[in-house]
T-cell receptor
Framework: DGGITQSPKYLFRKEGQNVTLSCEQN?????MYWYRQDPGQGLRLIYY???????QKGDIAEGYSVSREKKESFPLTVTSAQKNPTAFYLC?????????????FGQGTRLTVV | QQQVKQSPQSLIVQKGGISIINCAYE??????FPWYQQFPGKGPALLIA?????SEKKEGRFTISFNKSAKQFSLHIMDSQPGDSATYFC??????????FGDGTTLTVKP
């Protein structure tokens, strides 16, 4: 089945530690995105990538880093510089320019700082 | 600067009633307007989408109404059911680029 796989579903992190969230897609999509979701605040864009080996900051990139070494993978690292990392993180992909722009979302990773 | 404003934040409707969620946008370059449905603990999924060359699109009980001159679009859910209870997000994008999302509406349909 084609889709987006995020892992793990739940993640606990101690303060001061970096943690990496995985996102893999087998839809052959060019574009991939990371969103953060907090209650009552909708989806806020962290980083996005429209092509391999290239990515851009979104609205709330501080304290996060990404890489796009392969088309199907777009991991997100939450660094210790992120002051309030507890949130629900969503990865998405879309076909890219000149095609339908529907975003396909993964099932999310809930990160909790303990 | 919020480019897509969504209202209401929450909505309670009786079973069989009509649910209406509204969105307004600012950027006239937007050319794709999807609505996503999200259940608790899950990722959003596309519900229905419209492009600005049409004023209405209907899929089953779900209808998007689009008013280009007013820069507004809305989602209507006819004969609302308890299973429709979820959070709904409107979004907008241009040139197949990244989407800008509204803040979401939590819909509760009471039996």
């Amino acid at each position: 089945d084609g889709g987006i796989t995020q892992s793990p579903k739940y993640l606990f992190r101690k303060e001061g530690q970096n943690v990496t969230l995985s996102c893999e897609q087998n839809l052959n999509h060019d574009a991939m995105y990371w969103y953060r979701q907090d209650p009552g605040q909708g989806l806020r864009l962290i980083y996005y990538s429209q092509i391999v080996n290239d990515f851009q900051k979104g609205d709330i990139a501080e304290g996060y880093s990404v890489s796009r070494e392969k088309k199907e993978s777009f991991p997100l690292t939450v660094t210790s510089a992120q002051k309030n990392p507890t949130a629900f993180y969503l990865c998405a992909s879309s076909a890219g320019e000149d095609r339908d722009t529907e975003a396909f979302f993964g099932q999310g990773t809930r990160l909790t700082v303990v | 600067q919020q480019q897509v404003k969504q209202s209401p934040q929450s909505l309670i409707v009786q079973k069989g009633g009509i649910s209406i969620i509204n969105c307004a946008y600012e950027n006239t370059a937007f050319d794709y307007f999807p609505w996503y449905q999200q259940f608790p603990g899950k990722g959003p999924a596309l519900l229905i989408a419209i492009r600005p060359d049409v004023s209405e699109k209907k899929e089953g009980r779900f209808t998007i109404s689009f008013n280009k001159s007013a820069k507004q679009f809305s989602l209507h859910i006819m004969d609302s059911q308890p299973g429709d209870s979820a959070t709904y997000f409107c979004a907008a994008s241009k040139n197949a680029g990244k989407s800008t999302f509204g803040d979401g509406t939590t819909l509760t349909v009471k039996p």
